[in-house]
T-cell receptor, first 111, second 115 residues
Framework: SQQGEEDPQALSIQEGENATMNCSYK?????LQWYRQNSGRGLVHLILIRSNEREKHSGRLRVTLDTSKKSSSLLITASRAADTASYFC???????????FGEGTQLTVNP | DAGVIQSPRHEVTEMGQEVTLRCKPISGHNSLFWYRQTMMRGLELLIY????????DSGMPEDRFSAKMPNASFSTLKIQPSEPRDSAVYFC?????????????FGPGTRLTVL
């Protein structure tokens, strides 16, 4: 299976609510990144958290990393309809430089 | 900055034909990645280059796929002969350093349909 696996596969919420997506991985990592993909577009980098960090914020985004559980979460606060997209986690294994992407969470924010 | 440029954006071809996808990375970026995205398999890394040299091509599905990077500003991914199972969206991405830990900048993708 893939190094990064997102949970849930799909999430539907109302505008203004918070959205939480989770990512689990299997091997040691240097860092973990979250990307967003709008329908029919390429992926866009959101945030990177290094293995020695536990939490990081960027605007309405909050990312946590628990290396003991090999998991990360992405929280989007006060969601907007424009946040509707697929969200992917990607890991950079300690032993290599390639990124391995998870299967993604499809987030739908209803106006 | 124009970002990563891919062409064509859409390609429809018949089984057995040769397909060439093109990518222009961001100027100054010296690592380039080719990915394939399908509903069944998600986003898969096919090959990546560092300073125009292929570093890891373990993701290339078979000999029908080949990739080149003749210079720092251009790369091609070729499929010959193409098959219906090659239908997917192919993305190119680039980063400014040799390690994959940096942010990857993705192009808009090429949607390939093989009939």
């Amino acid at each position: 299976s893939q190094q990064g696996e997102e949970d849930p596969q799909a999430l539907s919420i109302q505008e203004g609510e918070n959205a939480t997506m989770n990512c689990s991985y299997k091997t040691s990592i240097n860092n973990l990144q979250w990307y967003r993909q709008n329908s029919g577009r390429g992926l866009v980098h959101l945030i990177l958290i290094r293995s020695n960090e536990r939490e990081k914020h960027s605007g309405r985004l909050r990312v946590t990393l628990d290396t003991s559980k090999k998991s990360s979460s992405l929280l989007i606060t006060a969601s907007r309809a424009a946040d509707t997209a697929s969200y992917f986690c990607a890991t950079d294994a300690a032993s290599g430089s390639r990124l391995t992407f998870g299967e993604g969470t499809q987030l739908t924010v209803n106006p | 900055d124009a970002g990563v440029i891919q062409s064509p954006r859409h390609e429809v071809t018949e089984m057995g034909q040769e397909v060439t996808l093109r990518c222009k990375p961001i100027s100054g970026h010296n690592s380039l990645f080719w990915y394939r995205q399908t509903m069944m398999r998600g986003l898969e890394l096919l090959i990546y280059f560092n300073n125009n040299v292929p570093i890891d091509d373990s993701g290339m599905p078979e000999d029908r796929f080949s990739a080149k990077m003749p210079n720092a500003s251009f790369s091609t991914l070729k499929i010959q002969p193409s098959e219906p199972r090659d239908s997917a969206v192919y993305f190119c991405a680039s980063i400014p350093s040799g390690g994959g830990a940096d942010t990857q900048y993705f192009g808009p993708g090429t949607r390939l349909t093989v009939l």
